[in-house]
């Protein structure tokens, strides 16, 4: 009786102190909140892209009819592009200029703090600002980019850039690029922060230029910080609703849509809730496999 | 033991902001209330000028039911329909909620969701109350399912006065005689008509108009019957989707209109700076104006859009609302009795007074004699005149195809839709509409 | 020598372009501030106001702006602090704990990062309704913190995979416990990231929109977005008003910025410890 008493005594032991059941335990609260707002709305958008459901009362049940639409629709496909588009821009535009932004701003120079905060700015602005002010930027008639380029005469080059539909989807990722660089800047400046002061030290006395120390020591020690925002970037990019929302409306005639602004007005101006939750589903797959295909690309070859 | 002091005041500083900002709701004086709670959805938030007339119906009505209580939920003009989809697809739709009646409304009242208000309506002679055209936008197959409160608001063409007499001009009669005054503005370097088409709505009035003006409103009837009676293919649709690429090929419009918005007034102020001579637009535009800038308001004018000679629509018809956010009961709504007695409050002679007082033409028969203002007289004298009136479409039309025409007709500002290419686009939205 | 003389040149004319590319918009909305409405819609958009009026500032207080301040106050307060403990738990049972599913929670972390926000619109608010927080500010603390985590697991694990090994092993020799291994070493060697994880959730939530708009129903209770949209009408908005309560709220996060990034900086001496 009492082996078999000590002996669960030890078993229990063993469990409370083993990593699984530690892991469970710091785990919990993160689930906690996951499961009870995050997770359900997977399943959920997985079931109502199979109805066709205005929002109210019952579905009807549809089988995969909204997903051939989804394949057959122009729009849909239009909006797939431009959110690769803003991924590719961003990679190209957004990254280098914030991790510049960062090395500059973690180098020894005056002022830092004045112009960290500074360079902030575009990010906490809320985006109701953000609306009118690149409304304002871009205004065919009154805005400040034509004034300017006519000011420079370079008037050929003075376009309508939300109200065009070539130029509006580009004009649009200037202006996210815009707001997140901040974002991606903070992130390089924590990894830098992070990096051991001795290194420099120890390539300032082998006679290494600033470049050469950012290109021996900054880059490789950042390698982790920049995957990260890669994917970070990728997928905010799959997933940007807001500044688009307010600066076109992914307009005009659907000329800037992209996948959540589409998915947006399908299910609450349209009332398709059906074909949006498809959208929406959608956005999920493809935001998600890109970001799998990209970690496993960059894995850390053991 | 910084760590500790620090946590322990992070703990206090939670609990004293919790208290600051959750007081009411875990007060126990609710508790002991024995009222019944009826919701309100609407949208007049505390900018609404209308908010007033609300708030005071809701004052007036608790006031003489003792155990009632309206719980009112003021949402935001642009994020109401997404809150109001949310509340319904999550079968929590309130009370009593507001929709802009025709296709949004009936939307609802397909999957059963609105409650039909007809008989009340009937008793003792409520429906005499409203005007007749405001009533067909929240009736369908007969039945009532909502109470006009707010608005009544044609489509009209403004102008300034000062600027019309400068060039010498007169508001014309007909289309031929607009097509003059815009020719003389162009010729000053002003932009004929101003508008801002981000919205896609502004735009649109256009084209409603064109169509009432060149077959009248019975081709767009047909066009939208459920036995497609007619189509948005017809003849006068892709006329008046031609007359609107003639226009924006005569420069009778703003460079960049499709970027412009509506709501951050980057049409009027044209108007405020005389870069632009005209601006159609519904006729709250006279408050707003009056709001931004009084030196305009003083100036303005306006004008019925224009018949077009030798067409065969309507020389005088209207495109707008004749009364607009209409107030309906939710089916599942408890103490319907007492909702719609509410409705009868939000309808009454005061709240009548209320609205006037803001400027807003509430949808009540007898209302012109109220009328002090010039404007609002000379406004409503045109919608008592008018021969029919048509809703705006996309109010009107189920809100999938609705969206379809709105985006098509900014395409077709923007010149990459050609007229053929939007009505076809919409003859598609319509047949796989009922085709479901 | 001439060179780094350049180098430095170059260095401060790049700083000034993107302080005027990142600084000026902010300059057009204090302006913009400034003005009448009348003034906003007959002068030009760019020029300075008539005379420095502080009307709408007023106006703004008038309007309810302190109590939304409160509330939003309280709400980004809490979602951030929690997030900060609950995601910094996490990423440390996923990159220091061995266990058999670390990478299968970690991937559905990733998983977490693709969902559309307006695809959890209505579980979101079913769930809220049905466990009582609908129209509570509490209530918006646990849709925040489970919307932010994602990202701030995936910012914390990349960071904490990074600190090497040696100093775990030290404190395990010292026989100390997974759980004083989290507080007295990874938690703190994590500064850096951990107040960018804060910085970034406390200008989203900060700014946060939807779901304020469909938890939140009486205006005593709406957030600094939702009482700016009020401002925003159909028929017109209010463009100086708006600006004005972008400016008021942006004070706070600025000031709550400066003080997070000086905590970042000073994990360079945590930093140095990684060797």
């Known amino acids: 009786m009492e082996k078999i008493n000590s002996d669960k005594k030890r078993i229990i032991n063993n469990i409370l102190k083993s990593n699984g059941f530690f892991a469970f335990l710091f785990l919990l609260p993160a689930f906690f909140f996951f499961t009870l707002y995050l997770l359900a709305p997977i399943p959920l958008s997985g079931y109502y892209s199979l109805l066709r459901w205005s929002g109210v009362g019952e579905g009807v049940f549809i089988g995969l009819n909204n997903w051939s639409r989804l394949i057959r629709d122009s729009t849909f496909w239009l909006a797939v592009g431009n959110n690769f588009k803003l991924v590719f821009l961003s990679l190209l535009i957004q990254l280098p200029t914030a991790l510049f932004l960062a090395v500059v701003l973690t180098s020894k120079i005056k002022l830092d703090k004045f112009f960290k905060t500074v360079y902030f700015f575009p990010m906490l602005l809320s985006t109701v600002a953000i609306g009118v002010i690149w409304g304002y930027i871009y205004n065919p008639n009154v805005g400040l980019l034509n004034n300017f380029l006519e000011a420079v005469g370079l008037e050929h080059l003075i376009l309508d850039w939300l109200g065009s539909r070539r130029y509006a989807i580009y004009s649009t990722i200037v202006a996210i690029c815009w707001r997140f660089v901040p974002f991606h800047m903070i992130l390089y400046i924590a990894g830098i922060v992070g990096i051991p002061e001795q290194l420099y030290e120890a390539a300032e006395i082998d006679g290494a230029n600033a470049w050469v120390s950012f290109r021996h020591i900054t880059l490789p020690q950042l390698k982790t910080v920049i995957k990260n925002s890669v994917v970070l970037s990728i997928v905010g990019s799959l997933k940007i609703f807001a500044e688009i929302f307010v600066m076109t409306g992914g307009g005009p005639n659907h000329a800037s849509e992209v996948m959540a602004t589409y998915m947006y007005t399908t299910s609450f101006d349209s009332y398709r809730m059906g074909y949006g939750s498809t959208i929406a589903v959608s956005l999920f797959l493809i935001a998600f496999s890109v970001s799998l295909i990209f970690l496993y690309l960059t894995r850390k070859k053991q | 033991m910084n760590k500790k002091i620090f946590i322990v005041s992070l703990i206090l500083m939670f609990i004293f902001m919790f208290s600051l900002v959750e007081v009411e709701a875990f007060s126990l004086f609710d508790l002991f209330r024995r009222t019944e709670t009826i919701t309100l959805w609407d949208i007049r938030t505390p900018e609404d000028p209308a908010r007033a007339a609300v708030e005071d119906a809701i004052a007036r009505f608790e006031e003489d039911h003792d155990n009632i209580e309206i719980e009112h939920v003021p949402i935001q003009n642009d994020d109401y329909k997404t809150r109001l989809s949310v509340a319904a697809a999550a079968d929590d739709e309130p009370d009593i909620f507001m929709t802009w009646g025709g296709g949004g409304l009936k939307n609802y009242v397909d999957e059963g969701m609105v409650y039909d208000i007809t008989a009340y309506l009937e008793e003792d002679n409520w429906r005499d109350n409203f005007l007749d055209a405001a009533m067909n936008n929240s009736t369908f197959e007969g039945k009532t399912y909502g109470v006009p409160v707010t608005n009544v608001a044609p489509a009209v063409i403004w102008y300034r006065e000062d600027m019309f007499a400068e060039y010498d001009l007169t508001p014309p009669e007909t289309y031929e005689e607009l097509l003059e005054i815009i020719e003389v503005f162009k010729e000053n370097d002003i932009v004929p008509f101003t508008l801002a088409n981000q919205n896609r709505w502004p735009g649109s009035m256009y084209y409603m108009y064109f169509v009432d003006r060149l077959a009248g409103p019975e081709v767009y009837r047909a066009a939208v019957s459920p036995d497609m009676a007619g189509s948005f293919t017809d003849e006068p649709f892709i006329e008046a989707g031609q007359m609107i690429r003639d226009l924006v090929e005569m420069d009778a419009f703003p460079a960049g209109l499709n970027a412009m918005n509506e709501d951050d007034g980057d049409s009027r102020t044209m108007l405020y700076t005389k870069d632009a001579g005209m601006y159609l637009m519904g006729s709250w535009a006279y408050s707003t104006i009056g709001m931004e800038d009084e030196i305009t308001q003083e100036q303005l004018n306006f004008f019925p859009f224009p018949s077009i000679e030798g067409a065969d629509g309507t020389t005088s018809g209207i495109v707008g609302t004749v009364g607009d956010n209409f107030y309906s009961v939710a089916e599942k709504c408890e103490n319907k009795e007492m909702a719609v007695e509410f409705l009868r409050y939000l309808t009454d002679e005061k709240a009548k007074q209320e609205l006037l007082a803001v400027g807003n033409i509430p949808p009540i028969s007898g209302v012109a004699d109220d009328l002090d203002d010039p404007m609002l007289q000379s406004i409503f004298r045109v919608v008592e005149e008018a021969e029919s009136s048509q809703l705006w479409y996309d109010q009107d039309l189920p809100p999938e195809i609705a969206q379809v025409h709105l985006n098509q007709l900014q395409g077709l500002f923007g010149g990459d839709v050609t007229p053929e290419e939007k009505a076809q686009a919409m003859a598609d939205a319509i047949e796989d509409y009922y085709a479901d | ?275």
């Open chain 3, 1 to 275: 020598m001439l060179l780094g003389k350049i180098t430095i040149f170059l260095k401060y004319i790049f700083c000034l372009v993107w302080l005027v590319i990142a600084g000026y918009p902010f300059i057009f909305v204090f302006n913009t501030s400034l003005k009448e409405r009348r003034e906003f819609f007959t002068t030009s958009v760019w020029s300075s106001p008539e005379s420095w009026q502080f009307q709408n500032y007023i106006e703004a207080v008038k309007a309810g702006f302190l109590r939304y301040f409160l509330n939003t106050g309280f709400v980004t307060f809490s979602a951030v602090i929690l997030i900060v403990i609950i995601a910094a738990m996490a990423s440390y049972v996923i990159t220091r704990i061995e266990f058999k599913y670390s990478n299968l929670v970690f991937l559905i972390f990733v998983a977490g990062m693709m969902i559309p926000i307006h695809s959890t619109l209505i579980p979101v608010y079913r769930v809220t309704r049905t466990i009582g927080l609908y129209n509570t500010l509490t209530g918006l603390i646990g849709p925040y913190v489970a919307f932010g985590l994602p990202i701030s697991v995936f910012i914390l694990t990349g960071f904490m995979r990074d600190i090497p090994p040696q100093m775990e092993e030290a404190a395990i020799i010292d026989g100390a416990s997974k759980f004083q291994i989290f507080t007295k070493i990874i938690f703190p060697l994590s500064r850096p990231a951990i107040f960018t994880v804060a910085i970034y959730n406390l200008v989203i939530f900060w700014n946060e929109f939807v779901y304020a708009l469909i938890l939140i129903s009486s205006p005593g209770k709406w957030n600094i977005t939702l009482g700016l949209w009020n401002f925003q009408g159909r028929y017109g908005t209010n463009i100086p008003m708006v600006m004005t309560g972008v400016i008021i709220s942006a004070v706070p996060v600025i000031i709550l910025y400066l003080f997070f990034q000086d905590q970042v900086i000073r994990g360079m001496t945590a930093g140095a410890l990684k060797e």
